[in-house]
């Protein structure tokens, strides 16, 4: 039997992984709608506002166009691009970095914050719907969307994700999971998608 086809709908009935897959896809296009809604309200494009919501949290060792890129996975020129429409509607400013002035870091001024706080509510509508699940169901499907985008860094489909299972401190210990940073078991539940204290594998791990 050939492979199965993971978008035809009768070879995809008998095919547990393909039906994730499909499921995914249907999940991704949510957050498109969202992000394409919110854009519109406020004359942004979707990876405007996603960079918008980003450089609100993130710190400034961050918050530079070749982070950018590889943290949203996508050239750097698309970024810049973005970047400097962001600059003309005099939501974001360029400071140079200390000892390179070729280098910038970006920061909101308060127009860009106060935007910031209020776009980033476009995702509720799917938080909400995740709330309903059993807190049990959460951590599960916490620890399966993890280990997928895991296995996708592996395949180098996008960037390694800063999350703890591609940490340095990270390990399966007695079956579970284990932070030697921090000297403790980590329940499903206390994994990160975006850990502050990430670090990748040196060559020798």
């Known amino acids: 039997m050939g492979k199965v086809a993971i978008f035809n709908p009768v070879q995809q009935a ?7 897959v499909a499921a995914l896809e249907r999940l ?9 809604n919110e854009g519109k309200q406020h004359g942004l494009s979707p ?17 530079t166009i070749t982070f950018l890129a590889s943290y949203f996975n996508m050239t750097k020129a698309t970024i810049s691009d973005a970047i400097k429409s962001l600059e003309s509607k005099q ?5 140079a970095m200390s000892g390179d002035s070729r280098s910038h ?4 001024v308060k ?3 106060t935007l910031a706080r209020k776009i980033e509510k476009f995702a509720d509508p799917i938080r909400e719907s995740v709330t309903l699940l059993p807190g049990g169901k959460q951590e599960e499907l916490l620890e ?3 280990s997928l985008i895991y296995h996708l860094n592996q395949q180098l489909v996008i960037t390694p994700q800063t999350m703890c299972l591609n940490c340095r401190f990270y390990t399966q210990k007695d079956g579970g999971h284990y932070c030697n940073l921090v000297k403790a ?8 998608v975006d850990c502050p204290e990430f670090q990748l594998p040196t060559n020798n791990e």
């Open 14 to 20: 008998g095919n547990v992984s393909s039906k994730v």
């Open 28 to 36: 991704s296009e949510a957050f498109r709608v969202l992000l394409w």
């Open 47 to 63: 990876i405007q506002v996603q960079l918008l919501i980003f450089l609100l949290h993130y710190p400034p060792a961050k918050r």
């Open 91 to 95: 939501l974001l400013v360029r400071k």
């Open 105 to 108: 870091t970006l920061h909101l």
């Open 111 to 113: 127009e860009g914050k």
């Open 144 to 146: 399966c969307l993890l």
């Open 185 to 192: 078991a980590l329940q499903s539940g206390d994994l990160r």
